[in-house]
């Protein structure tokens, strides 16, 4: 059986996809530069999300709270040097790389498909 938690993270993970998906088509034809500036983003923040939530959720134990709180915090620090480290790959390696647009797409790609997630309600299998 999932557990509840780890099913909300890939619910959120799943629209994530989606939107970054649909952003980077939406950026076509606004030119190749913003449309990569899209993808990376939009693929930072859906990539270290994933691997914050492939990281708390693996072998997910509530009744051990201790050590789930060290993976979360272990998870994060990893999660934001991922970020980090992918932002400075593109920054040092494309020269018509729009940075408002990348972070507009990482911000967007962070908070929209959360709050969309929070506002739908659970559905349960029986």
């Known amino acids: 059986m999932h557990q509840p938690d780890t099913l909300q993270a890939k619910r959120v993970l799943k629209l994530q996809s989606l939107l970054g998906l649909a952003s980077v088509v939406f950026a076509l034809p606004f030119g190749v530069s913003v449309a990569v500036s899209v993808l990376i983003g939009a693929g930072s923040c859906l990539l270290a999300n994933a691997l914050f ?29 991922l970020i980090l480290g992918l932002f400075t ?5 494309l020269d018509d790389l729009n940075l408002p647009v990348l972070l507009g ?16 309600p659970e559905r349960t299998t029986k």
């Open 53 to 81: 939530a492939a990281l708390v959720f693996r072998g997910y134990h509530a009744r051990e709270p201790a050590r789930l709180v060290m993976r979360i915090y272990g998870a994060e620090i990893l999660k934001i040097a």
């Open 89 to 93: 790959i593109a920054f040092v390696t």
């Open 105 to 120: 797409a990482y911000l967007a790609v962070q908070v929209i498909p959360t709050l969309i997630a929070a506002q739908t």
